[in-house]
T-cell receptor, first 118, second 112 residues
Framework: NAGVTQTPKFQVLKTGQSMTLQCAQDMNHEYMSWYRQDPGMGLRLIHYSVGAGITDQGEVPNGYNVSRSTTEDFPLRLLSAAPSQTSVYFC?????????????????FGPGTRLTVL | SQKIEQNSEALNIQEGKTATLTCNYTNYSPAYLQWYRQDPGRGPVFLLLIRENEKEKRKERLKVTFDTTLKQSLFHITASQPADSATYLCALGNSGNTPLVFGKGTRLSVIA
C-alpha cells in the first residue's frame, strides 16, 4: 500500500491564481480530512469527508473547496490564492473498524504540500 | 470554545531521562485522546490512543495517562534517546462525526 499520497510536494503561486492539491489513499478509508499547519498555530482542519459524496467544513474553510466523488480521492481547491494561504497542507484518512461513523481510529497523514503564495 | 494546550512549545532533556509532555483541555469532554509524533518536513504519525475510561496505556517506552477530572493527559518517554527528538501532538476526539481537534504540539529535543 502507498498509504496517503499528496501532490505536489511544493508549489509557488501568485496571488489570485487557482490550483488543486491532490490527495489519494489506497486503504479504502471512509474518512478523509484536509489540515493546514502554520508555525505556532498547530494543525487546523479545513474540510473533511465521512464518505464519497459527503463533505463538511472544518475550522478554517474560507477560500477552499473540496469534493469527494470517489472513496480514494479528496482534492482541495484554492479558488483565488492569497498570501494568507501560505502554509503546509496535510491530507489524512482514517477507517472506522466498528462500521459506525466514528473518528476513533488512527489518522494516517500524507507527506504534505508546502504552498507559498506571493 | 474548545481549547487544547500542550505545556510548552519546546522541551529539552538529557539522554536517558524520562520526558514528560502535558496536554490540557477545556470546554471539551473527549471520548478519547491520541498522541502523534511529527518529524520535520513530514506528516504526523500515530503513536497511542487512550479512551476516557482508561487511566493509563503503555507501548514499549511510551506511557500515556488520561485524567478526565483534571482534563489532562501526560505523555511519558522513558530512557529517552536522541532519536526521540521530534514534535509531539495530542488530539482529542469524540464519537460520531466529530473530527479530531489537535493541540499545537511540543518540540522535544533529547540531548546526548
Amino acid at each position: 500500500n502507498a498509504g496517503v499520497t499528496q501532490t505536489p510536494k511544493f508549489q509557488v503561486l501568485k496571488t489570485g491564481q487557482s490550483m488543486t492539491l491532490q490527495c489519494a489513499q489506497d486503504m479504502n478509508h471512509e474518512y478523509m480530512s484536509w489540515y493546514r499547519q502554520d508555525p505556532g498555530m498547530g494543525l487546523r482542519l479545513i474540510h473533511y469527508s465521512v464518505g464519497a459524496g459527503i463533505t463538511d467544513q472544518g475550522e478554517v474553510p474560507n477560500g477552499y473547496n473540496v469534493s469527494r466523488s470517489t472513496t480514494e480521492d479528496f482534492p482541495l481547491r484554492l479558488l483565488s490564492a492569497a498570501p494568507s494561504q501560505t502554509s503546509v497542507y496535510f491530507c489524512a484518512s482514517s477507517y472506522s473498524s466498528s462500521g459506525s461513523q466514528d473518528f476513533t481510529d488512527t489518522q494516517y497523514f500524507g507527506p504534505g504540500t508546502r504552498l507559498t503564495v506571493l | 470554545s474548545q481549547k487544547i494546550e500542550q505545556n510548552s512549545e519546546a522541551l529539552n532533556i538529557q539522554e536517558g531521562k524520562t520526558a514528560t509532555l502535558t496536554c490540557n483541555y477545556t470546554n471539551y469532554s473527549p471520548a478519547y485522546l491520541q498522541w502523534y509524533r511529527q518529524d520535520p518536513g513530514r506528516g504526523p504519525v500515530f503513536l497511542l490512543l487512550i479512551r476516557e475510561n482508561e487511566k493509563e496505556k503503555r507501548k514499549e517506552r511510551l506511557k500515556v495517562t488520561f485524567d478526565t477530572t483534571l482534563k489532562q493527559s501526560l505523555f511519558h518517554i522513558t530512557a529517552s534517546q536522541p532519536a526521540d527528538s521530534a514534535t509531539y501532538l495530542c488530539a482529542l476526539g469524540n464519537s460520531g462525526n466529530t473530527p479530531l481537534v489537535f493541540g499545537k504540539g511540543t518540540r522535544l529535543s533529547v540531548i546526548a
